[in-house]
């Protein structure tokens, strides 16, 4: 799961160092963890002279993805976005949690191992299929994460992004 949410990105910018990292500072509010805030700047996260780590500040899908920045040379910043490590987590306790839940019944209830019918156990397989449909979800809210943060640095810090592969 996670080389499939993790995406790489040159971004080039025409000014200088100090100036896009002046700019970046002014569009981000300054935050030791990357977690959601009512802010009116456009992201969330921790700004330094050699690189960055930020969030959308977008309410809803905005901390799906998290963009970390290290400066390549005076013009080029390398981008990695990746799914945020809290949706890792909550789609693996999905994984884990969902598909044990008729388990549980069974294991609780007084009825033996030997005198359940077989089918029975074909009651965790609707379970998987809504834990993988949760991860399409989540998926599906990093991309709109990634495509939001990339579209405000682009609009903002009036520089090019183009994907590495």
């Given amino acids: 799961m996670q080389n499939r949410s993790r995406n ?5 910018h025409e ?6 990292t002046a700019a970046l500072l002014a569009n981000t509010y300054k935050s030791s963890s990357l977690t959601s805030t009512i ?11 050699s690189g960055f780590k930020l969030i959308s500040s977008t309410i809803g899908v905005g901390p799906a993805c998290k963009c970390e920045g290290t400066r390549a040379d005076e013009n080029r910043i390398d981008l990695t976005t ?11 306790v999905w994984l884990v949690v969902i598909p044990c839940i008729p388990l549980g019944f069974f294991i609780f209830s007084d009825t033996k191992i030997s005198e ?17 449909l949760f991860r399409l979800f989540i998926h599906g809210a990093y ?15 009036k520089c090019t992004v183009e994907k590495v592969p």
């Fill in 143 to 157: 991309i709109i994460s990634r495509n939001l943060l990339l579209g405000r640095m682009k609009k903002l810090l």
């Fill in 116 to 132: 359940l019918d077989p089918s029975v156990f074909f009651a965790i397989i609707p379970f998987t299929i809504m834990a993988l």
């Fill in 15 to 20: 000014s200088n160092q100090e100036d896009f």
């Fill in 82 to 92: 990746q799914l945020h490590p809290a949706f890792f987590w909550l789609y693996y």
């Fill in 39 to 49: 802010t009116n700047k456009s992201f969330i996260g921790q700004v330094t002279e």
């Fill in 8 to 12: 790489n990105y040159k971004l080039v």
